[in-house]
């Protein structure tokens, strides 16, 4: 029976569905990509400011515009090592959705009758997507049950909770994160933040493939019931322009504190 990934577009996605079509010799039948909806500037702007509609979030919206050094701390979070030099496409077959969760992504999951989903990047799952395959994984950058939700390890930084910062790779259910745990991959806080999450997400994405081609392969693997009550789901409009800056400075601290303890050349 085939694989099904639930993905949105990227490259880093693009290149795990591929390894993992390689690994599967072939199995992927199908990639559901979410797409963005299209922003015209008129749009964004008046998104903007119904979502910041106070001056003390105008005001970190502003300082965090004019200090790019500052905004490109904040992607850390999502760095990884690329493994091609140049764009790449998909392998398998490809199907682009308004929403993962439609009428037309449930009936061709239906069709397909998957073994596996694989999911990574896309929305939250209803049940009857769900029920369409005997499993449903989904790599998660936070560490469940701690730090559940779009911005995990940002709030872990956030509330200086460094040991709590990682990747759960756990099984879906119908609330965000909440699943049995099957790994959780834990970064080296000895590191500089930059590499520390690089390394961490690149050895996160192997293990993903991994895991997704032992269960493909019918492996029994361990499976860790979380207990809710640990942590909190956070939602991405509670990333607001103000815990954006916050966090960015944290990263700033935590780097110069990182050079001071490196032994000198």
Known sequence: MPIVVITIEGESKTEFVNSLHAKTLGAVALVIVQEKTPVTPHE??????????????????VLLYLNRSLRQKLDYF?????????????????????????????KKLSEISPSLIVVWGAGILKKHIIQTAKQTINLHLGLAPYYRGAVGNQFAVFHDDINRIGVTIHHVNHEADTGDIIET?????????????????????????????????????PRIQQDRSLGKTFLLKQW??????KVGKKISQWEKDICRKLPER
């Open 185 to 221: 991959i834990l970064p080296d806080t000895r590191k500089p933040p930059r590499e520390m999450f690089s390394a961490m997400n690149n050895k996160a994405e192997e293990r993903f493939c991994d895991i997704a081609v032992k269960l493909y392969n019918g492996e029994n693997l």
């Open 240 to 245: 607001t322009p103000e815990i954006r800056y």
């Open 44 to 61: 964004r702007v008046r998104v903007f400011f119904k979502k910041n509609n106070t001056i003390r979030a105008i005001y970190f919206a």
């Open 78 to 106: 999502r760095l990884r090592d690329r493994k091609t030099p140049e764009t790449i496409s998909w392998v398998p077959p490809i199907m682009h959705v308004a929403s993962v969760n439609s009428a037309a992504a449930y």
